[in-house]
């Protein structure tokens, strides 16, 4: 595997994050909505990006790509693990506005504002949210009842939605998706049964299925 060399990635990081535009740049409502995720199996990662129609939550499209995994997993540099395999499953929906990608990790809630979905969104110019189980980086904030994760004290940058049966969620935006339209378009995909929302927890059934395969 690959070494990082983290004084450069963090420099990458910190000049991308300049890039990431925190307002809706793109058709609401979005014609199609996707989700990533990848799971891993004896040194291979399976990438998923399934898309599914906006209006009916149907799906439309999987894709899935298999590769060796070159970099270890090192926590605030997920991107440059993982960020390979997306951009190759997304690359044709470069500058795209009528489709939303929701990345299994962080958008903004990470320390240098640059967590995989603000990298995957700033690559290739594509309206990206964050979904991630775990926080990295922030405090907890309620505001008129709701629950935020702030930077610095000042910026909120994620909003934290919990459910009775399900244990929270950390919805960031990634690139060109303001907070409030990110935190609607994951209520919109919600569903009782799981913790994600349906384009993320079906691009981890079928990376999962396709790894037992292995």
């Known amino acids: ?21 925190v307002e809706d740049k793109f058709i609401f409502p979005p ?7 990848i799971s891993y199996r004896k040194g291979k990662a399976v990438a998923c990006c399934v898309i599914l129609d906006y209006e009916t939550l149907n799906v439309t499209e999987v894709r899935l790509v298999k590769e060796e995994v070159r970099v270890p997993y090192v ?10 395999y997306y951009v ?4 044709d ?34 309206p990206t949210v964050g979904v991630a189980k775990k926080l990295l980086v922030g405090k907890i904030k309620t505001i008129n009842n709701k629950k935020y994760l702030a930077l610095n ?21 990634g690139h060109r998706v303001s907070l409030k339209t990110a935190e609607k378009l994951v209520l919109r995909t919600l569903t009782s049964k799981h913790r994600l929302p349906k ?3 079906l691009a981890h059934f079928y990376s999962k299925k396709e790894s037992k395969r292995i």
């Open 1 to 21: 595997m690959k070494r990082l060399d983290f004084k450069k990635a963090k420099i990458v990081q910190e000049e991308l994050s300049k890039r990431v535009i």
């Open 31 to 37: 014609k199609s909505i996707a989700g990533l995720d």
């Open 75 to 84: 926590p605030t540099f997920l991107a440059y693990r993982e960020l390979p």
């Open 88 to 91: 190759y499953l997304c690359y």
């Open 93 to 126: 929906l470069k500058n795209r506005n009528d489709i939303v990608v929701f990345v299994d990790g962080h958008g903004l809630a990470h320390p240098r504002k640059m967590g995989i979905a603000c990298h995957l969104g700033v690559t290739l110019n594509i």
């Open 153 to 173: 004290d000042e910026i909120i940058v994620a909003v934290i939605i919990e459910r009775e049966k399900h244990g929270p969620i950390y919805v960031s935006p």
């Open 199 to 201: 384009p993320i927890q």
